[in-house]
């Protein structure tokens, strides 16, 4: 069996619209969602969207959209079910191209000390 504890799962929407976006926002913290497991963006940042934890091909055609006027929604959930919820609250309020990724894990420096 895998160990999930420790896994996380990265669900992705565009929306055509800020409006839609913020009510989506609204609607993942009204539902337990951390904000700060909560990312939204509406332009193309300096450094791309490489660093959400989106693949690379995948952050490419985000910036198209972005550049188009479109916004990026990003929801980081700990397992499948807040995976579930997360992409049901977003196409919910009409977000597109709703996909889910699992994020690298980051290695823990203590874990695997030697003594």
């Not at 799962?9 to 926002?25: E, H, I, P, T």
């Amino acid at each position: 069996m895998t160990d999930t504890k420790d896994k996380k799962l990265a669900v992705f929407g565009l929306f055509n619209d800020v409006d839609s976006l913020g009510r989506a926002v609204a609607a993942l913290e009204a539902a337990g969602f951390a904000n700060s497991d909560i990312s939204a963006l509406d332009k193309v940042p300096e450094d791309t969207t490489l660093g959400m934890g989106i693949p690379e091909h995948e952050a490419r055609r985000y910036e198209a959209f972005l550049r188009a006027g479109g916004a990026l929604l990003s929801v980081h959930c700990s397992d499948a079910e807040w995976a579930r919820r997360a992409r049901s609250i977003m196409d919910g309020f009409g977000a597109t191209d709703v996909d889910k990724t699992r994020e690298a894990r980051v290695p823990d420096p203590d874990r695997h000390a030697h003594r």
